[in-house]
């Protein structure tokens, strides 16, 4: 009686990977946008990674998604950011082909057996008896059923365009708005929040003197995005960076009232990361310049991205800021930029599987959930589309930890807090950075990957070879003695190391900070040779032992919170001595853990010290209702 | 009935012979308890207590009518009240017998006898006192004496908590360099260089340092300074500790070794509150019992902040006060020359060079000459002790100090990583567990202040 059994609704990077997933594990779906260019589409920064970011993107990928192999395949420049610092924050980050990417993505979607595609504008969410999703209607008047629905609408949901003075209901790149399902989703008396982001104008290639910018070239190496790509692309492009200059500020200044962000007209909050030249001028007055970049958008195209000019200022007033930026004094604005302000759910109304809590059978992942960026949104993408066919199948839904990895953290900073911006993932978000690395995404999440059907035989295989070999080499470094003579003295002394009175094992050689597994072949002849990606894994667990230990020890410490259940009908107005505004958000939040009780705004640790004591009477109660006499 | 919503009552001033003594009851039921033994002069029942009101009455055995004591009445409605529920306190006389007596009336009606801190365990959960503030009025209700009940007002009102703050937002500063470098790195930001990170990591561990030692001397108010009495046996330890206290507690005979076991009292000198430890002569001894009691004794000179040797001075000074002398060398103190109303056969050149710097002061446990000097000068040792307090010292519990000492060894090791492999993100999960142990004793969460602290502090924005 259903048409299929999924139904994906917006072809973003949320989108896409909820469909790919979903339909990967088996389930027949369909999947809608609003028009076949904009499959994939990167309407902002045209990159992806960075710290925090890359991590997500390891992480997609170790799971099976698809993001990292379509960066891996058509970026236009990679680097390698973070080297000067530890080994948990090197961070991948990549300059992407937008068109060759959407290409690429429509690809997979087109090739992938139990996924249909359809270009559609959503107006109705259908909505069962038992209240229950029922399926989706569309402008042109099509019904198609499914009982389960994933929302990846992104900023197209009552989405506002704002430039100077004008204003108009838009989604990006001038398609249409939803503003039907907005409608549709506020008389479910969902509450939606206002959010604000913006993006920068667009120049002509051609038009720029190079001349007077700095070049930035990418990074050779041996390593991509994907744990399966063995090295970099040829042929990467150049990007350039040139700054803003005192002038530039002062056309800011003077032309504040007709800047959307300060005559009132935008409401909604903006991202503290990504804010817009005029707040960064008017925020930090004594800086006498800002970095502007310059990004190619596609390989051969003509248009090219103004990263750290993001601006809602008029039209004509765009064109005389450029010029005074050295380099584009005579550039052709291809794009101007503007800011647009979107409807958003309040996060904490979804359970950390992202299935909306008032509705069974509604999933929402990406921009509508509050988070901005494309990894951000592709990752809660893959979780919706592996969740949605968990509840099909009737199993139990797939969370994952703070510990486990950053898409952890992200969606549980998201139903636990909420947020007050548009999201964006930072490493300084995660407690636990040095345990869920990029490097070790595969070692932490593949396992998972494969069960659900996500990772091809093949790839497993090749996984498990190098899971065994990083294993059989930290023991090895371990039980491997180096004996305290004459002769290991003079080869420490070759390490540039002190030399050891007794035998020391390898792995103790290499918690010095001046030795490193390369430097240690000096006095370990008998290792074998070994892949650079398991080397990687083998050198960091090995050297920063200590401080992965340390780590562990920490993670231990929160477990006691976040192993301690919450019931699911506690009602907290009934719970003696809590806040009411505890109670409030608890009743909100409906936080299954204690752990993530604790993490929630607005409840003190007196709260928490109060649920404990309400939890540990009710046990107390319990037993003795059996007849347990076990309290004297 | 959820334990919570019990009504708890206790005697809520310290046991002893005091003017006054408090018996508060608190709880849903409070009131209703209070009308069953409460009666106005008039003897008439009281069916509600006005609020805020001071009533003069007395309390009756509900069951049997008899009269326990004249009182003065207080009604605090919740949720105005320490503990946000319903209390009364009766002020009674004091004495131990009155006052239990009155507290068991109030049980039998209804009240349950609160546990140890409960009352402050409830205005807690409550939410009325945060974690350090519970802790403080813990310390308020076991404070010994005038000088340790300010300290801890000062720590109700922030003392601590404010002392951490700061040093706690210089943390998150340095933290927020650090991240802010991570997350940001194609940004323009102007972060600190290493070295600039290690000096304020430094000045971070000198101000727990400093935080540390001056809980480390307040202490000394809360639980005192302990003072052992130390010598061979017989030489009058016991008569000496009576007098310092002020009461015939421990036993006094003339045979040598009656004090087996260890006895100790509380008493004042000087404001600062003195725990007395009297024990059993430091002498080699057959006797089972005894020999424990010496090893006791032996401990307990080990653990304590001052000693006083006692010495017999009708007697020359022989091996077995030798001995004691060597023992406690290390510890300040006072050599205390007894019994000088037998004629004094000791004086200071008979006392060995290593005996230390200790003051000597010739003394009668017996006629009390000498005991002012000896008060005085164990009253200014004990001050020497905490003279790193200040004016304003900060009441540190023993939670509390542990936290602090974690926090600072945290600190150290980010030190250390920013001075030797100068592995940023490295150091910042020492500096992340510094802030950890910190907000133990704040009680707050770092997560949100240190992305306000990153986004306040650099220009972010690509």
């Given amino acids: ?632 | 009935m959820v334990r919570d919503k019990e009504t708890i009552a206790a005697i809520s001033t310290p046991m002893g012979e005091g003017a006054i003594g408090i018996v508060r009851i608190s709880g849903v039921y409070a009131f209703d308890i209070a009308g069953k033994v409460f009666r106005d002069p008039s003897g008439q029942r009281k069916r509600k207590l006005r609020p805020w009101g001071v009533r003069y009455g007395s309390i009756v055995d509900c069951r049997t009518g008899e009269y326990i004591d004249e009182v003065l009445a207080v009604a605090m409605p919740a949720p105005y009240s320490f503990t946000r529920e319903d209390i009364v306190e009766f002020n009674c006389h004091g004495g131990t017998g009155v006052l239990t007596k009155v507290l068991e009336t109030v049980i039998k009606c209804g009240a349950r006898l609160a546990e140890p801190g409960e009352f402050t365990k409830r205005a807690f959960l409550a939410g009325r006192i945060d974690l350090s503030q519970a802790e403080a009025v813990i310390d308020v209700i076991r404070a010994k004496t005038d000088s340790a009940r300010r300290l801890s007002l000062e720590n109700l009102k922030g003392g601590l908590s404010s002392k951490v703050s700061m040093i706690r937002e210089s943390v998150l500063g340095l933290l927020a360099h650090i991240e802010a470098a991570i997350d940001f790195p194609q940004e323009d930001i102007e972060v600190l260089e290493i070295q600039d990170m290690a000096e304020q990591a430094g000045e971070v561990i000198s101000g727990l340092n400093s935080l540390i030692n001056l809980g480390k001397s307040s202490r000394i108010y809360r639980d005192g300074v302990s003072v052992v009495l130390a010598g061979k046996p017989n030489v009058g330890k016991s008569s000496l500790f009576n007098v310092l206290i002020g009461k015939q507690r421990a036993i006094v005979t003339h045979i040598p070794g009656t004090t087996r076991d260890i006895i100790d009292d509380w008493t004042t000198i000087k404001g600062v509150p003195v725990r007395l430890v009297d024990t059993a002569g430091m002498r080699k001894t057959e006797d089972l019992v005894e020999k424990l009691g010496v090893e006791a004794a032996n401990r307990q000179a080990e653990a304590a902040d001052l000693v006083i040797v006692v010495i017999d001075g009708s007697c020359p000074v022989d091996d077995e006060d030798k001995d004691t002398l060597f023992r406690t060398v290390d510890k300040p103190g006072i050599i205390a020359i007894n019994k000088c109303d037998l004629g004094v056969k000791v004086n200071e050149n008979n006392i060995p060079p290593y005996a230390g710097v200790k003051k000597i002061i010739q003394v009668s446990a017996r006629t009390g000459e000498g005991i002012d000097e000896l008060e005085k000068a164990l009253g200014e040792l004990a001050t020497t002790e905490i003279k790193d307090a200040g004016d304003n010292p900060v009441m540190v519990n023993l939670r509390q100090l542990e936290a602090l000492e974690n926090a600072m060894r945290s600190m150290e090791d980010a030190l250390n990583i920013l001075n030797s492999i100068k592995t940023t993100d490295l150091a910042a999960i020492d500096i992340q567990e510094s802030l950890f142990w910190l907000d133990q004793i704040t009680g707050r969460s770092a997560s949100d202040d240190l992305m306000d602290k990153i986004f306040g502090e650099f220009c972010i924005g690509k």
């Fill in chain 1, 1 to 632: 009686m259903y048409d299929y059994d999924i139904i994906v609704v917006g072809w973003g990077h949320a989108g896409c990977e909820a469909a790919l997933a979903a339909a990967r594990m088996g389930a027949n779906v369909l999947l809608t946008g609003s028009g076949w260019e904009t499959i994939a589409d990167m309407p902002c920064n045209p990159s992806l990674g960075g710290p925090g970011k890359a991590q997500i993107i390891r992480e997609i990928d170790a799971l099976g998604g698809e993001m990292a192999k379509i960066i891996d395949h058509t970026y236009l420049q990679i680097r390698l950011l973070n080297t000067g610092k530890g080994p948990a924050v090197h961070s991948l980050w990549a300059q992407a082909d937008k068109k060759a990417y959407t290409a690429q993505m429509r690809k997979s979607l087109e090739i992938q057996p139990n996924l249909t595609l359809r270009v559609s504008h959503v107006e109705r969410i259908l909505i069962n008896n038992e209240k229950e999703i029922d399926g989706i209607e569309t402008e042109a008047g099509e019904a198609y059923r499914a009982p389960i629905i994933i929302l990846a609408t992104g900023t197209y949901l009552g989405g506002t365009i704002y430039i100077g003075h004008e204003s108009y209901s838009s989604g990006p790149y001038g398609q249409p708005a939803s503003v039907g399902l907005s409608k549709i989703l506020g008389g479910l008396g969902f509450n939606l929040v206002r959010f604000k982001t913006g993006t920068s104008p667009r120049i002509a290639r051609h038009s720029i003197n190079y001349a007077r910018t700095k070049e930035q070239p990418g990074h050779e190496l041996p390593f991509g995005f994907s744990f399966e790509t063995p090295g970099t692309r040829k042929n990467q492009l150049l990007c350039h960076l040139t700054y803003t200059t005192p002038e530039t500020h002062n056309i800011i200044r003077t032309n504040l009232s007709a800047a959307p962000l300060y005559t009132g007209a935008i409401t909604g909050p903006g991202p503290r990361y990504c804010p817009s030249i005029e707040t960064k001028v008017m925020e930090f007055p004594d800086r006498d310049r800002h970095q502007i970049f310059l990004e190619p958008e596609t390989r051969d195209g003509e248009t090219v991205y103004l990263g750290g000019l993001s601006t809602s200022l008029p039209p004509d007033i765009q064109t005389e800021l450029v010029h005074s930026v050295p380099g584009l004094e005579e550039a052709e604005i291809i794009r101007p930029g503007y800011a647009i302000e979107y409807d958003c759910l309040v996060p904490t109304e979804i359970y950390p599987w992202l299935e909306v809590k008032r509705i069974p059978g509604l999933f929402t992942a990406g921009q509508i959930n509050g988070t901005s960026g494309y990894e951000e949104a592709a990752s809660q993408g893959l979780m919706a589309g592996i969740n949605a066919v968990l509840k099909l199948r009737g199993q139990e839904p797939f969370v994952l930890q703070r510990s486990q990895a950053y898409i952890g953290v992200l969606i549980d900073d998201l139903v636990t807090k909420g947020t007050q911006e548009p999201y964006r993932m930072m490493t300084s978000r995660v407690e636990y950075r040095l345990t869920i690395r990029q490097d070790n995404a595969d070692l932490r999440l593949t396992d998972k990957g494969f069960d659900f059907g996500l990772i091809p035989e093949k790839r497993y295989q090749m996984f498990k070879e190098k899971r065994m070999k990083i294993q059989n080499e930290l023991t090895r470094l371990k039980t491997t003695l180096v004996p305290g003579d004459k002769n290991t003295a003079k080869l420490l002394e070759k390490m540039g190391t002190t030399p050891i009175q007794t035998q020391t094992s390898l792995a103790d050689l290499l918690l010095r900070p001046e030795v490193d597994y390369e430097t240690l072949g000096i006095v370990d002849k008998n290792r074998n040779e070994l892949p650079r990606d398991v080397l990687l894994v083998v050198e960091i667990e090995s050297k920063y032992a200590g401080y992965i230990k340390k780590q562990m020890t920490q993670i231990e410490r929160a477990r006691r919170l976040e192993t301690r259940r919450i019931p699911r009908d506690i009602d907290y107005s009934q719970v003696y001595g809590l806040s009411r505004e505890a109670v409030e958000k608890l009743s909100e939040v409906q936080p299954d853990s204690l752990g993530r009780a604790a993490r929630i705004s607005g409840v003190s640790p007196a709260d928490i010290a109060t649920l404990i004591v309400h939890l540990e009477t009710g046990n107390r109660k319990r037993k003795q209702d059996n007849g347990d006499n076990d309290e004297t």
